[in-house]
Structures are given as C-alpha cells and as structure tokens.
C-alpha cells in the first residue's frame, strides 16, 4: 500500500493563479481531510469529507473548494491564489468516525508569488 | 479562538533527559487526544493517544499523563535520544475524526 500519497511536492504560482493539490488514498478511508500548515500556526483544518459526495468545511476554509467524487480522491482547489495561500498543505485519511489514527500524506509545499 | 494551548514552542533536552510538553484544551466535547509526530520534511505521524476517562498511558518510553478536570495533558519522553528530535503536535478530537492541533513544539535532544 502506497498510504496517502500528495502532488506536486513543491509548486510555485503567481497570484491570481488557480491550481488543484492532489490528494491519494489506497487505504479505502472514508474519511479524508486537508490541513494546512504554517511556522509557528500548528496544522489548521481547511476542508473534510466523512465519504464520498460530502464535503464540509474546516477552520479556514476560504479559498478553498473540494469535491470527493471517488473514496480514494479528495483535491483541494486553490481558484485564485493569493500571498497569503503560501504553506505547507497535508492531506490525512482515516478509516472512520471513531479511529484512532489519522494517516497523513508526504505533503505539498505551495509558494505563491 | 485557539482551542488547544500548547507550551513551550521550543525545547532542547540533553541525551538522557526527560522531555515534557505541555497542553491545554478549551472545548470539552474533545474524546480523543492524539499526539503526533513530525520530522522535518515528513508529514505528521501518530506517536501516541489517551481517551479522557484514563489518567495515563505508556508507549515504551512516551507517557501521556490527562488531567480532566483541569483540562490539561502532557507528554513525556524519558531518556531522550537524538532520534526524538522533531516537532511535536497535541490535539483534541471532536467525532467525524477532526482534529484540532496544538502550535507545536520543536525538540531539539543534543547529544
């Protein structure tokens, strides 16, 4: 098993820019998460979504859009990326409400000029 | 609102030492409190856990001690190794497997 895997690692956009982060789960989680991740800020929830067709919003999620059409995918969409957008972003997937364990993926690291 | 304080942002413990993080929660609908673990460049992993109704739990040498009442928990690491040096998360979980992260502390265990 691959576990969560992310792409790209590194992406570098001008403001304005759209971009979709990729997020990848072999693990048949239903529940899938992203966070981002910024010094001295700790992992903040942007979006979830508890299984396939339900998505929620987190603690920051402006900016943002999801969608989760399939149990493995869960992209996060950046529509028009700003200064501000500039983290660290880690996908997470667990296997349901109540589990213990949060897998989380390689990360991808977003800069945006 | 910063649901989950955690304290100290950054700590250095000599080989051998105990390292002690420190964190306090706000919202009492958390039924979970993971700890996670983060080596630079990777993302976070799960050390270690404890449900409110235990007062401690050991992995080897990671001890989470709970207060409920007081709304606070810590982790301890005996006998610190360079190896543990990484960034450390606590969090709280509110159901739907949310998690809600401390700022994190940096450990830096110097040889």
């Known amino acids: 098993n691959a576990g969560v895997t992310q792409t790209p690692k590194f992406q570098v956009l001008k403001t304005g820019q759209s971009m979709t982060l990729q997020c990848a789960q072999d693990?048949?989680?239903?529940?899938m998460s992203w966070y981002r991740q910024d010094p001295g800020m700790g992992l903040r929830l942007i979006h979830y979504s508890v299984g396939a067709g339900i998505t929620d919003q987190g603690e920051v999620p402006n900016g943002y859009n999801v969608s989760r059409s399939t149990t493995e995918d869960f992209p996060l969409r950046l529509l028009s990326a700003a200064p501000s957008q500039t983290s660290v972003y880690f996908c997470a997937s667990s296997s349901g409400a109540l589990a213990e364990t949060q897998y989380f993926g390689p990360g991808t690291r977003l800069l945006v000029l | 609102q910063q649901q989950v304080k955690q304290s100290p942002q950054s700590l250095i413990v000599q080989k051998g030492g105990i390292s002690i993080i420190n964190c306090a929660y706000e919202n009492t609908a958390f039924d979970y409190f993971p700890w996670y673990q983060q080596f630079p460049g990777k993302g976070p992993a799960l050390l270690i856990a404890i449900r409110p109704d235990v007062s401690e739990k050991k992995e080897g040498r990671f001890t989470i001690s709970f207060n409920k009442s007081a709304k606070q928990f810590s982790l301890h690491i005996m006998d610190s190794q360079p190896g543990d040096s990484a960034t450390y998360f606590c969090?709280?979980?509110?159901?739907?497997?949310?998690?809600?992260f401390g700022k994190g502390t940096m450990l830096l265990v110097s040889p």
């Open positions: 969090a709280g979980r509110r159901g739907y497997s949310t998690l809600t």
């Open positions: 693990m048949n989680h239903e529940y």
